[in-house]
């Protein structure tokens, strides 16, 4: 095979590969719109509701970082096939179901599955594209894909529930998934850590792993048992006792699952509390725009996803002009600038009001939001691979994947509270009238998106601080016990 036959397939994968995330950052948002039908199908009550969205997300974060480390360990591509065929199944088996327990059980398989492939892909990016300005067009044309799935999901997931039926936001993954398990071989190369002793982490699989899906659950619990509550307080402690002594068996272990000699490197450190920080303001937007388009202004859920199309492009374009930037400026003045846009989008955002329009109260915020996530997703993902050694690619795209589920589910959950705090003390003081509930609802939209910038303006300051100036970070050198990473046939 020629160079230039080799290069030109090398972007054909990552096609590929950007396929798949979309697919995983899709379903985040995809089903949200078509809540309600599967409520009257299938006779949800409204607590337990919540539960065909958090059984995903509790999977994805829990396991992300497991699944990255796999993916080093047993082999990028396999890892990636694997997960991909367990998320297609999943959402066959979601699509089918006929009762709550068997769509829950079925999302939370599908988290899994979304746990283990998202971080082998952008591993295999990370090795297929040499550090510099040809991977950070690789990671401009990826962090377009994944910003605007998000957005997408809500449009697709109205036309689809309202054209189909909600099964089929579960159906569309299949021949999607498939079709990239098929194409996998033919287009991507095998590579793993070889020659070196693979001692699984058992202990610390299993600590990171209860640890993490426990944070997640007294976080998106607390919503509704209250964050002062001896429930919360209990399992806030216990996550935090299995991850402190996750901590200490890392020290200890002779091939740990999270090596943390990794946090010293180039800006990874950095780039992972921010993207911690990006999602929890991030994701949360997403949720109380869709809430004040369709309890405020009334939108259908078509007319909602529609409403998204401006957002998904400006981080489209945004993501294009972020990989171009970055090869110029460096990381940090574009995730700074990118971060600031996010924080004013988001005051922008906190200024709704009860009888406003979506020309007047979304669609300004939407755009100045989503050039401000096109450009710091871009450089934080950069950020966060820049300098690691291929055999802890899987690891480092784990990191990231991790911060930012983790601090999407922190975020939400503490922006819920603030919403609902806000209301209730509305509602108090009109005396439970009705009539209330709109200017209620908004005001805590309005007070949730403020609170959001506010965590917007803490991401600019980390990244200010932590993130370091050159274009590309040294990397970092293979010690002599590591062996060599092999590849198989592509």
Known sequence: MDATTARDRRWIALILLCAAQFVVVLDASIVNVALPSIQRDLHFSQEDLQWVVNAYVLMFGGFMLLGGRAADLLGRRRVFMFGLVLFSLASLAGGLAGSQGVLIAARAVQGLGAAILAPAALSIIVVTFAEGAERNKALGVWGAVAGSGGAAGVLLGGILTQSLGWQWVLFVNVPIGIAAAALSPMLLRESRREGVERNFDVAGAITSTAGLVLLVYAVVKAVENGWGSATTIALLAIAALLLVTFAVVETRARQPLVPFRVFRIGSIAGANLTGLLMGAALFSMFFFISLYMQQILGFDALEAGLAYLPLAGSIVVAAGVASQLTNRLG?????????????????????????????????????????????????????????????????????????????????????????????????????????????????????????????????????????RGGTQAEPEPAPEVEGELVAGPA
């Open 331 to 467: 990381a940090r003045p574009v995730l700074v600038g990118g971060m600031v846009l996010v924080a004013i989008g988001l005051v922008w955002f906190s200024q709704v009001s009860v009888g406003g329009s979506y020309v007047a109260d979304v669609l300004g915020p939407s755009l100045l939001a989503g050039w401000g996530l096109g450009l710091a997703f871009v450089p934080v993902t950069i950020a966060s691979q820049g300098g690691i050694a291929e055999r802890d690619a899987g690891l480092a795209s784990g990191l990231i994947n991790t911060a930012q589920q983790v601090g999407g589910a922190l975020g939400l959950a503490v922006l819920a509270t603030v919403a609902s705090s806000t209301t209730n003390a509305d509602m108090t003081a009109a005396h439970g009238a009705h009539a209330a509930l709109p200017a209620a609802l908004t005001d805590g939209f309005g007070d949730a998106f403020l609170v959001g910038a506010g965590i917007a303006v803490v991401g600019v300051l980390v990244a200010a601080l932590t993130i």
